[in-house]
């Protein structure tokens, strides 16, 4: 019996670069959250693996269906248990590719859920942070999947408090922006960690905090694709809009609302305004 599992879309609520290893990775500092908009893994079971790409942004995946993170974690997870990869799998892809908000990550993290679920995995049979944490530094944080702290390359996950009732626009330029890139772009020295243990009454608290930190890899994205700039330029602009930012490496940039009235009518009003742009509206958890 099939399953859907939700591949949620991850935010950074800000992202400050605290430094860098000697191998060259850089060490982050960032409050995660996920937004009820994303991409979905539906797997059934099979006497053999396969893996099928559906949705809007199916044709924007790059390389063999082999390299793609959902096969990756399949298949690592199948070597771990001793077993083969029995599975039909389809992914959903409804976020658009190399946009900051995690969306290859997601997918492999809901594919280690849901093989897990479809295989019936004992709770301790196998390491599932670890084993994310080796598929990529966003798939642990997208594993928990709810509102964290991240440190390190990714790998240091810590829950953190639940978030005030929040609501969200997504928007994106369309146009893919590669995260070395980014990095290799950034300029300046290292911020400090920036953490805080409040717990908001509401988003307008919360999006006060968020208006002291930063993202510090937005102006080396800016630097290489302008257009970001006049998309969270546009978010900032909405009736209603708390907080407006760009996530991750770029270029998928957000704004906070606290109403989801105020987010849906943001969101209509740039579909109309910029058809070109990928728009989403939804919740944050």
Known sequence: MSRAWPAPAKLNLYLHVVGRRADGYHLLDSLVAFADV???????????????????????????????LVARAAHRLAAQLGRPPAASVTLAKNLPVASGIGGGSADAAATLRALTDLWNVAPDAVDLPTLAAGLGADVPVCLLARAAWLGGIGEQVTPALDLPPTFVVLANPGIAL?????FKARRGGFSAAARFDDAFADVAALGGALAARRNDLAE??????????????????QEGAILARMSGSGATCFAL????????AASARLKSDRPRWWVAAGRLF
Do not use: K, M, Q, Y
């Open 38 to 68: 994303g991409d979905e893994i539906v797997a059934t079971p099979a006497p053999d693996w396969s893996l099928r790409v559906t949705g809007p942004f199916a044709g924007t995946l790059d390389g063999a269906p082999a390299d793609n």
């Open 178 to 182: 590669a995260t070395p890139a980014v």
């Open 257 to 264: 609302f606290a109403e989801a009235a105020a987010a849906h």
């Open 220 to 237: 080396a994205a800016v630097s290489l694709v302008p257009e970001i700039g006049r998309v969270i330029d546009a978010l900032a602009a």
